[in-house]
């Protein structure tokens, strides 16, 4: 073997080991060895029941990473799904869910439960299940940001002529439940807190009239990548009753 045939196996060599370096990178994203999904989500709605769509999608493809940022309005998820600060997002709606700039998956309803503090001297409705909507009339109630869900709630409230005062308005959802604890006062949340709430001490009594929020998956509407369509179909799946 002379010189220049030595000349050309080396970049022959080069050629063929990129090559198979690139078709291995090409076969992890589409089998979803490894890679990284970005999920969007308003505090409520990731508390569940986007745990339940980690936990199955995880199970399926432990090797992608889901990386879950924080959204506080349903403005916002849409905004960085369109943005592309995220390729999925999860947001909850009282009315219909968002159309144009995305697409929206429906993926359920969660009602609005009131969390109050547990059965102790002085704490209200003690022994109770439900209540009227009615009974907060003169509640101390902790109230989130304008454009959430529970605000929107208690905003008809008042709309309605049910009178109560703010003790706190917070924009960290996850301040609500200590809060309530604390006997600061009580609050309106999405059910998804229910579980968490009771662990923790507090009590979750069921609010009539029902009413709920409209739970959306949201994706741009092409150019999704495979660990986001993937996602999509397990999340779908995962939300469907028996499931």
Known sequence: MDIR???????ARAAVRSLETARASVAAVHELRDGRLDVASMPSQAVEPLTTMVRAFSG???????????AFTSRDVVDMVRTGAAELGLLAVPGPLPEGDVVAHSVGEQRFVLVVRGGVDGAPFVGRQTVKCEEL????????QRGTGMRAYVDGLRERG?????????EHRVSVL????????????AESWRGLAERAGARVL????RTTLRIG??????????AARAFVTTALDSSTPGN
């Open 137 to 144: 009339e003169g509640q101390r109630l902790i109230v989130g």
């Open 217 to 226: 998956l949201v994706s741009r509407r092409s150019g999704l990548s495979p």
């Open 5 to 11: 045939q030595l000349a050309l196996i080396e970049p």
């Open 206 to 209: 069921d609010i009539e009239p």
């Open 60 to 70: 399926r493809y432990p090797g992608v990473s889901v990386a879950v940022k924080a």
């Open 162 to 170: 049910i009178t109560f005062s703010v003790a706190a308005e917070t």
């Open 178 to 189: 200590p809060l309530v604890l604390a006997g600061v006062g009580v609050a309106v949340l």
